[in-house]
C-alpha cells in the first residue's frame, strides 16, 4: 500500500501537467505498476492529497498535504468584554445591533457623571467594536439569564365551540371596552409548586393596562380578580379576548359574560401574534417592573 502512494504522489504532478495524450500514456504506465482499475487510476491521480467519498460504501484516502492553520491573535480582551457587561446591564440589555451605535453617545455621558471607567486602549475598542462582535462577547452572559420551561398554559377543551376564535386581523373596534386579557407567571423557570401569577388587561382602543396578582392560576382567583379589575377600569367593559388556557376557557367566565351581556372571545391555539395588544404589555409593564423570579 505504501509502494503504491509513492507512485500515486510521484505520478499525481506529471499527470495533471500533461496533455490529453501524454495522460493517456502515463495512465497505462499507472494501471501496470498498481494494477488500479482505469476509473480509478484517473480518480486517484486527480484528487491525490483529498479525501473523497465515491459512494455509501468505499471511501479513497489519499495523502493530505499538511497545512498549518494560521493563529488568528483576539481582538477583544477580557476587558473589552467586562466592560460590555456593564454597559449592557446599563441600558436594559439591549441587544448589539442596538446597542452598537449607541456607544460613542453613551461612554461620554457615563464617565461625566463617573458611571463608567475603562483605560485608553479598551476605550478605543469599543468605539469600534461591531454589533456582531457585542453579540459574540454577550453570548455567555445572556445564557445565565434564559429560563428553560415550556408554556405553562393548559388547553381548556370543553367550551372551546362555544367561544368564538378572533385573530389579530380582526381588531378593528374604534371605542374602548374591548379588552384583551393573559395571566403571567412568575415561576423564575420552575414550574413546580404555586407561585404568583399577574393577571394582565389591556384595552385595545385605548391601550389601557391594568394588572393584579393572584395566588396561582386557579379559574377562582382569576374570575375574581377579573371582576376586581373590571371596576378600576375608566370605561364601561364590552367584551373580552383571551388565550386557550384553562384559567379562561371554564364555566365561571363563559356564564357571567352571558349574563352581562360581554362579548368573550379566543386566539387560535400557538398564535401570540392573536393577543399581542396584552403581550407587548406583558414585557413593558409586568416582566419590567415584577421580572421572572418567583
Request: a positive charge.
Amino acid at each position: 500500500m505504501k509502494a503504491r502512494q509513492e507512485v500515486t504522489r510521484a505520478t499525481a504532478g506529471q499527470y495533471r501537467g500533461a496533455s490529453k495524450k501524454e495522460k493517456r500514456r502515463i495512465l497505462d504506465q499507472f494501471i501496470a505498476t498498481t494494477d488500479y482499475s482505469r476509473w480509478y487510476a484517473r480518480l486517484v491521480l486527480r484528487h491525490e492529497g483529498r479525501r473523497l467519498q465515491t459512494d455509501k460504501q468505499t471511501i479513497v484516502v489519499v495523502e493530505r498535504k499538511a497545512h498549518t492553520r494560521r493563529k488568528r491573535a483576539r481582538g477583544y480582551d477580557e476587558q473589552v468584554q467586562t466592560a460590555l457587561v456593564k454597559l449592557w446591564r446599563i441600558m436594559d440589555y439591549i441587544c448589539g445591533k442596538r446597542l452598537q451605535p449607541m456607544l460613542p453617545e453613551l461612554l461620554p455621558v457615563l464617565e461625566r457623571y463617573n458611571e463608567f471607567r475603562c483605560d485608553r486602549e479598551t476605550r478605543a475598542k469599543l468605539l469600534r467594536i461591531s454589533a456582531a462582535s457585542i453579540d459574540r462577547l454577550l453570548q455567555p452572559e445572556r445564557r445565565k439569564y434564559e429560563l428553560r420551561g415550556r408554556s405553562g398554559t393548559k388547553p381548556g377543551t370543553l367550551l372551546k365551540k362555544q367561544i368564538p376564535i378572533r385573530t389579530f386581523a380582526e381588531w378593528d373596534e374604534p371605542r374602548p371596552g374591548f379588552v384583551e386579557i393573559d395571566l403571567v407567571a412568575h415561576d423564575g423557570g420552575l414550574a413546580a409548586g404555586d407561585y404568583c401569577q399577574t393577571l394582565d388587561l389591556t384595552d385595545i382602543a385605548t391601550t389601557w393596562t391594568e394588572t393584579l396578582a393572584v395566588r396561582n392560576k386557579a379559574q377562582a382567583w382569576v374570575f375574581a380578580a377579573l371582576k376586581e379589575m373590571r371596576q378600576k377600569l375608566p370605561f364601561s367593559l364590552l367584551g373580552i379576548d383571551s388565550d386557550n388556557g384553562s384559567e379562561f376557557i371554564n364555566q365561571y367566565l363563559v356564564e357571567y359574560c352571558q349574563k352581562q351581556k360581554l362579548s368573550f372571545t379566543r386566539s387560535r391555539p400557538y398564535r401570540k401574534n392573536d393577543n399581542y395588544f396584552v403581550e407587548q404589555k406583558n414585557y413593558s409593564v409586568v416582566r419590567r417592573a415584577v421580572g421572572y423570579a418567583r
